[in-house]
């Protein structure tokens, strides 16, 4: 949807869900050595931080982009019947 509507800040926006990424994935990884609570106060961190807070700066530049957005999510099959 981000890349659809031309999201300006996409390219960091990525970079912040990889580096949740390779978070979790290493602190799976070292499941022997985990520690919890760090963990848990990443993960709180991320929730609060990222999904409560930064996800909603991208609202504005989704607003009023719903039919790109649906055309980007459709499929061949479906744009050939549209074009029929
Ligand atoms: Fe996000």
Known sequence: MLAAAGYPHLDHHRARHQSFCDYVAHAVEVEGAIDHGALLS??????VGHI???DKLYRSSLTGKEAMIAKAFQSDDELDRGAA
């Open 42 to 47: 990443y993960l709180v961190d991320w929730w």
């Open 52 to 54: 409560a807070a930064e």
